[in-house]
């Protein structure tokens, strides 16, 4: 199939909408600007997954760019808005690493064939992720007590889906441990009876003295 549709164009938008979110963002009274890409890039999230699934053009492009279009996206805003003030370091390096630590498991994963989806704590994640994200950009007051909450809530949330994820891989390791020692068990067992019993055969054919 080609890589070539409409959601994949969507990713790609949403990629190049990134310098132009940071320009906003770091440009005198460019909130509303930055408020508006923000925005439009969040929905183009939300679209290109929908269109996909819907007319079934899911490619190995979109799998691929989807994920890293939304990486780059958060880190470009979370870092620009660090460089406003308005959101401390530390959150945002938490934020970033935990991106690339599951990032860097799927891949792991990957390779040895085993497919981790998403969850329902990862796609929560990537709603309150874009939730404070967008109230840190056109929020009045970002020292505001229901500001900060959001954003430790966010903080809170993506930790959260971070284990989640990594517990979810060792289960599924676990389990295909089990699965892959089933069958040898089994086979053990076969081959122990039918020794047993051509033993058995063997002290009866026996002659007698």
Same mark, same amino acid.
């Given at each position: 199939?080609?890589?070539?549709?409409?959601?994949?164009?969507?990713?790609?938008?949403?990629?190049?909408?990134?310098?132009? =979110?940071?320009?906003?963002?770091?440009?005198?009274?460019?909130?509303? =600007?930055?408020?508006?890409?923000?925005?439009?890039?969040?929905?183009?999230?939300?679209?290109?997954?929908?269109?996909?699934?819907?007319?079934?053009?899911?490619?190995?492009?979109?799998?691929?760019?989807?994920?890293?279009?939304?990486?780059?996206?958060?880190?470009?805003? =979370?870092?620009?808005?660090?460089?406003?003030?308005?959101?401390?370091?530390?959150?945002?390096?938490?934020?970033?690493?935990?991106?690339?630590?599951?990032?860097? =498991?799927?891949?792991?994963?990957?390779?040895?064939?085993?497919?981790?989806?998403?969850?329902?704590?990862?796609?929560?994640?990537?709603?309150?992720?874009?939730?404070?994200?967008?109230?840190?950009?056109?929020?009045?007051?970002?020292?505001?007590?229901?500001?900060?909450?959001?954003?430790?809530?966010?903080?809170?949330?993506?930790?959260?889906?971070?284990?989640?994820?990594?517990?979810?891989?060792?289960?599924?390791?676990?389990?295909?441990?089990?699965?892959?020692?089933?069958?040898?068990?089994?086979?053990?067992?076969?081959?122990?009876?039918?020794?047993?019993?051509?033993?058995?055969?063997?002290?009866?054919?026996?002659?007698?003295?």
């Amino acid at each position: 199939m080609s890589s070539v549709n409409l959601p994949n164009a969507l990713t790609l938008v949403r990629v190049l909408l990134v310098p132009v =979110l940071v320009v906003a963002l770091t440009a005198e009274g460019g909130d509303a =600007l930055a408020a508006t890409v923000f925005a439009l890039a969040s929905a183009t999230d939300f679209l290109d997954g929908w269109l996909a699934r819907r007319r079934g053009s899911v490619t190995n492009f979109g799998k691929v760019m989807d994920p890293i279009a939304d990486k780059l996206m958060v880190a470009a805003a =979370l870092i620009a808005l660090v460089g406003l003030e308005r959101v401390a370091a530390w959150i945002v390096l938490v934020i970033i690493a935990r991106e690339f630590a599951v990032s860097g =498991l799927r891949a792991a994963a990957g390779q040895q064939g085993v497919v981790i989806p998403a969850s329902k704590w990862g796609k929560a994640k990537t709603a309150v992720q874009v939730a404070a994200i967008f109230v840190l950009i056109v929020a009045p007051d970002s020292d505001a007590v229901w500001v900060q909450a959001l954003v430790y809530v966010t903080v809170a949330v993506t930790v959260v889906s971070g284990l989640e994820y990594f517990a979810s891989y060792r289960q599924t390791m676990e389990d295909s441990l089990e699965e892959d020692q089933t069958p040898l068990s089994a086979a053990a067992s076969a081959s122990a009876s039918t020794m047993e019993s051509r033993s058995s055969s063997s002290s009866r054919d026996a002659p007698r003295r």
